[in-house]
């Protein structure tokens, strides 16, 4: 264990802005993604209509 | 798609073709299906092997003897830097093969991989620069390596830019290959820019040649994230190519009117 306690951990020995800054752009470009690839499946599904809706069921039942 | 069957059948070596069926999954109807099935599991194990990685890297992997904790972005940098190159190689790839081949859903991959590949080239040089600040006292500087990962940067920019100028989407995907296909030579310039020219960058800690030249714990938290990016970037790239494949297939019968195809 390389840590006394959560300060410490935080602090990452006085490189907490460049440490975190680099896992927080990371995690947060990461679940943009998500968000938006989840955003452009709505809209195309949407846009299908009823048809889309099927479309889905048609592959949840064919795997 | 069929072209090439019929010509295949015509060869001699169609019906080995016929028998695997190599080619099953070259249709976006074929592939829709298994990109959906398959996608849940890469994310999954993205999510795992994350976990794990980050646990390595900060609570099982030692401080740096000469960076301290400046290092453990490492975790995040090399195996972002590592996506990036490879990314870009299997898009070329599937562009290439788009464009010998004429299949569709070969330059359908090649789309859902581009905004990955350019995230992932984003992030190296983000993270290399918050590095780079605190190591060399300069947030950017104009050496080889870091110059070459911006022209990468560029030309992901410059396919999708492309691409989605050009309406036809079988006309959009030919030029992107073009493009992709000549931006390869960016690759190698990368890989090698540490060797090639003397640059602030430091060299490959890691090599297929020798042992890497870090603590086994480090190497081994970054070679679990790299698989976790590895695993994450097939989940996006799946799950991409099922969007774009519904855009593009919407008029078709087997997604216009699906009703037909219930049993």
New interface residues.
Partial sequence: ???GGWGE?FA????A???W???A??FA??AC??IF?NL??RN??R??GR??A??QR??AQ?? | MFRLFETAAGTGWGAEQRRINWFKYASPQAF???A??LQPWFAGLAVVLCAVGIYLG??V???DAQQ???Y??IF??VP?AWMSMFLYLVMAFWAGVGLALNTRLSGMMASAIA??GA?FT??AL??GS??G??MWGAWWVWDARLTSELILLFLYFGFMALQSAIDDPRRADRAGAVLALVGVVNIPIIYFSVKWWNTLHQGASVSLTRSPSMATTMFAGMIVMALAFWM?SMA?AL??V??II??RE?NAE??????K??P
């Fill in positions: 264990m390389n840590w951990f990452m020995g006085g490189y802005l460049y440490v800054g680099s896992y752009a990371t470009l990461v993604e998500i690839l452009r499946k195309i599904l846009h299908l048809a889309g099927t479309a048609v592959v064919h795997g | 829709f299906p298994l959906g099935t900060f609570f992997a030692p401080t301290g904790e400046a453990r972005i995040i940098h972002a905004p990955t995230l984003f992030l983000w993270t918050l590095w600040k605190p994450y996006a799950a991409r099922r969007c519904l855009e919407r087997w997604v216009a009117d699906p009703l195809r219930l």
